[in-house]
């Protein structure tokens, strides 16, 4: 063996605490997976949590280690009893730290069209919803937080477009 041997060759114990002192140190990111879900009249699917004054498209924050569309196939259980895997991601919107939060990463996957059985079987499942509601974009607009609608047309303009755009507070680079 020769002295010039990799340190994860000649010691991978060493190597893999290498690497855990590193993850340590480096930044988390919040983590948040939300489901754009609309009817068969092209309206989208909004929730009304009792934990924040504005309506928001149905997800939530990622668990420790969970993936994005996982957390999103999670929340829409947990919350609405819905039982669909989310489709492909329409967007993910970067959000700088703001007041006693960290920054944010925010996905946006595609929930696809609800038939009337899937839309008859939605229910308040969890506590955290106060309603849900399917609204027209000038509804979801009114309702949303004015910093959500940019990223939710964003994810509706990838529906046709086919494009998923990264956005640093819901606006294109």
Request: include cysteine; charged fraction near 25%.
């Amino acid at each position: 063996m020769t002295e010039d041997k990799a340190l994860w060759e000649r010691d991978p114990g060493a190597w893999n605490a290498y690497l855990a002192d590193g993850n340590a140190r480096q930044a988390r990111k919040r983590v948040s997976a939300d489901v754009l879900i609309r009817d068969q009249h092209g309206r989208i699917l909004l929730v009304d949590p009792r934990y924040k004054p504005h309506w928001d498209l149905p997800g939530g924050m990622a668990e420790a280690n969970e993936p994005p569309n996982e957390t999103a196939r999670r929340e829409l259980s947990e919350e609405l009893g819905l039982h669909v895997q989310p489709g492909r991601m329409l967007c993910v919107d970067w959000h700088a730290p703001r007041g006693p939060w960290d920054d944010l990463l925010n996905f946006i996957f595609d929930g696809g069209v609800l038939n009337d059985a899937q839309i008859a079987a939605l229910r308040l499942a969890d506590g955290e919803l106060r309603a849900f509601e399917f609204c027209d974009q000038s509804q979801a607009r009114e309702r949303l937080h004015p910093g959500a609608w940019p990223r939710v047309a964003a994810a509706h303009a990838a529906l046709a477009t086919g494009q998923a755009p990264y956005l640093h507070e819901g606006h294109a680079l």
